[in-house]
């Protein structure tokens, strides 16, 4: 049998890849090496000089404390990941029922069970994959408080230690790229929502995430108050 390929199924068809061409090529764009100034970057400075201070505090509670700080949150959204995955994996099993609710809604495409599935699926991998960019970025942060319980006392540094302290600003910007591009899934996860919806309001609403995360990250507010670090001589951030 020859496939229908209607405007609709067309869509269906472009939709994913559309989305997926949004979401890798503004990773490439937002975490390359190409020196625009970013919130990464403009952070990465601060957590150099964060380091390079640490190097002259006798007590580094405070700094292991924001460690922990920061492995709260990634774990948060670890967990919360997980309960997202067996979600998706439940609505699977009850296809028809959720396919029944869908098809209540006026303005929602029809579709086949395959297709359906297909659009869970996806979800899935998106969600999967976040749950690894955040499980990986709380590993780095574990090694990062290992590498503050390696820096001396201030009245024993050696000329080693401002190495340590550059690869634990190094490490947590890594970790931060990581965590970054996990909360970056969950907003491409919510406009593959939409897929359930309509194939044209999906790459629609995947077109609005780049340009709602190129201002957030590029264009915010945020970054004017953060403005130039005041040492702009951190160690190039690599992934």
Avoid at 61 to 87: E, H, K
Avoid at 120 to 146: D, E
């Amino acid at each position: 049998m020859v496939p229908d390929l209607s405007d609709t199924a067309l869509a269906d068809l472009l939709a994913p890849a559309w989305f997926l061409l949004c979401w890798l090529g503004y990773t490439y764009y937002a975490d390359g090496e190409r020196g625009q100034r970013n919130l990464t970057r403009v952070m990465h400075v601060y957590r150099a000089i964060w380091a390079r201070q640490m190097l002259e505090r006798d007590n580094r509670m405070v700094d292991t404390q924001i460690i922990a700080n920061l492995m709260r949150s990634v774990s948060f959204f670890a967990s919360t990941t997980m309960f997202i995955i067996a979600g998706l994996i439940a609505v699977i099993g009850a296809r028809e029922r959720a396919m029944a609710v869908l098809a209540e809604l006026p303005f929602a495409a029809a579709s086949s069970p395959l297709l359906w599935s297909l659009k869970v699926l996806l979800l899935i991998v998106v969600f999967v994959y976040a749950f690894f960019k955040f499980t990986w970025a709380f590993r780095h942060y574990n090694y990062c408080l290992v590498l503050v319980g390696c820096v001396p006392a201030p009245d024993r540094l050696t000329a080693d230690s401002p190495k340590l302290a550059e690869r634990l600003a190094r490490i947590a910007s890594a970790s931060a790229k990581h965590f970054n591009r996990g909360i970056r899934a969950y907003y491409f996860g919510l406009a593959a929502l939409s897929w359930f919806i309509d194939p044209f309001l999906f790459m629609l609403l995947s077109g609005w995430v780049v340009l709602v995360l190129y201002r957030r990250e590029f264009r915010s507010r945020l970054l004017q108050v953060l403005g130039a670090a005041p040492d702009d001589n951190a160690p190039p951030l690599r992934s």
